[in-house]
Structures are given as C-alpha cells and as structure tokens.
C-alpha cells in the first residue's frame, strides 16, 4: 500500500508539496502535471500579470497552479473536458478571475496573433505537436520573445535507431509510444523551423521513478476505476523498463523576434 503522503516531496517539489495530495490524485489525467510544471519551471519565466496559454490542460491543476503561484492570467485550453467543468473547478480554487476555461482543438484555437507572453503544454502536445508544421501554426499566438514550453512522454533513443518499439513500450503504451521522442528530437524539431531559439531541452533524470511512484498512488486512491486500471497498466512497463528508455522531457524555446 502506497501512502498518499508519498506524493508530499518537499525537498524536490516544494510548491507542488503544498497541493492537497488526494486533490491531485482526483484530477488525475497522467503523471503529476505540478511536479512536470516544477521542474519545467527551472527552465522558464513566469511574472505576474503575464498571459499564458496553457494548453491542453486537462481538469487545470496546471492552470490553477499559474495562477496560485505566479500571479499570471491563464488561458486553460482543453479539448476532452467540457469548459464548464474546468470553470466550476477554477472558482472552487478561487482562481475563478485569473484563469479563462476554454474548450478547443490545437488547430483550431480561438486566440488572437501575438496574444499570450507564453505557452504552456504538459503531457499533451505530443496528441498534435509532432506534426512538422505545427510549431508554424502555434507559434503565431505568441508575442516576439515569448515563451513556449513542454513536458512530454520522451525516451533516451528514438525508436527508430532500436529498429521499432519494444515490447514493453508497445503493452504499456501502445502504438502510441511512437509519438515519443527524445529531447534531441524536439530540440532539432523546433530549431530548424527558425520560428524559436531553444532555451533548454532536457531529460529528467529519474523521471520514470516520479512517474511509477504516481501510478501506484493513483492506482490506490482514484476515485475513478478508469484511472485505476490504466495507472495498474503501466507499472509493468516502467518496472520493466527501469528508466533505460522512458522520461519526460522538458523543453522551453523562445519565439525569434525582440521582445517590446
Ligand atoms: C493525458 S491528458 C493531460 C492533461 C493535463 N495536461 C495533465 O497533465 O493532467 C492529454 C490532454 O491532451 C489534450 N489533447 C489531446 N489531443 C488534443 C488536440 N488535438 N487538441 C487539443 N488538446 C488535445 C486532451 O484534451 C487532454 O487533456
């Protein structure tokens, strides 16, 4: 039995330790978004009274996070979620006026050019960003000098220099895991478009230890069956993998262009 106190880091996670663990089991999508949005942290800037985007944001525990900790104004884009939902849970967290629940396809985002200071993507843009044209599309919504950054599903080699995806990978995640890639991938993905200069793009470390570690609490104290089932699905698969391929990356770019 995993306690839920094992989710309380402190020392590695200090802002994310002050959320209420069984609220972030509830709000379970994926692996902790507050501690990928920590660490993602060290990387970017957040000032208060910014406009972030922050996309595909599921039930807005990152958004909430934002606005709680950085003083910024969110955009909590979301596509699978109904906007209302994520509103009522803005206003329970009393950021009801600092963070605008918004329900949209990444293609299709209701935004003006040049609206936001940044974007941020946690365990989402892989759906939709690794389509060589997307980055174009997106980046029209950030201002010159603005700031882009993401936490995905990554590996330590590219699937096609193992020659195709093992079998752990393929039962953990399905055919899926080839929307993975490294952070080498993404950080030559997104320079040879020309559109950002890539501030870091990075591994974490021991990323899967973080990510088995939420499974087995959400697969303890979910509420919902689902997510029961499906974080008991990929204890296998990090067990078995043990961090020789799977993290998440961390990547943060700038939008070419000054800043005003
Ligand atoms: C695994 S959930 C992660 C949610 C949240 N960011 C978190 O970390 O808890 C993946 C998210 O990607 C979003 N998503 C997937 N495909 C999308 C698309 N085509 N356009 C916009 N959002 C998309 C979904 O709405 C979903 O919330």
């Known amino acids: 039995m995993t306690s839920l106190d094992a989710l309380v880091m402190p020392d590695k996670y200090p802002r994310a330790a002050t959320y209420d663990p069984q609220w972030m089991v509830d709000n379970c999508m994926g692996p902790n978004p507050l501690w990928l949005l920590e660490d993602l942290s060290r990387d970017c800037t957040f000032r208060p009274g910014m406009k972030v985007l922050d996309l595909g944001c599921g039930t807005g525990m990152t958004s909430i996070f934002l606005a709680r900790e950085y003083g910024v104004e969110v955009w909590a884009s979301e596509l699978w979620l109904p906007a209302e939902d994520n509103a009522a849970r803005f206003a329970r967290a009393g950021v009801g006026d600092q963070v605008h629940a918004v329900r949209a396809e990444a293609h299709d985002l209701p935004f003006e050019p040049e609206q936001f200071d940044a974007v941020l993507s946690v365990d989402s843009y892989h759906y939709f960003g690794t389509d060589d044209l997307y980055l174009g ?124």
């Open 137 to 260: 599309y997106l980046s029209r919504f950030l201002k010159p000098g603005g700031q882009l950054s993401i936490a995905v599903p990554s590996l330590h080699r590219e699937l096609r220099e193992l020659g195709g995806a093992p079998a752990h990978l393929r039962t953990g995640a399905g055919w899926e895991v080839l929307a993975f890639h490294t952070p080498e991938w993404w950080r030559f993905e997104w320079e040879q478009t020309g559109l950002v200069e890539v501030i870091a793009s990075r591994a974490q470390s021991d990323g899967w230890l973080d990510w088995k570690l939420w499974c087995e609490v959400c697969a303890e104290h979910s509420p919902d069956e689902l997510v029961r089932q499906h974080s008991r699905a990929e204890i296998p698969m990090l067990d078995t993998d043990r961090g020789e391929l799977l993290t998440f990356a961390l990547v943060t770019g700038r939008k070419n262009g000054s800043a005003e």
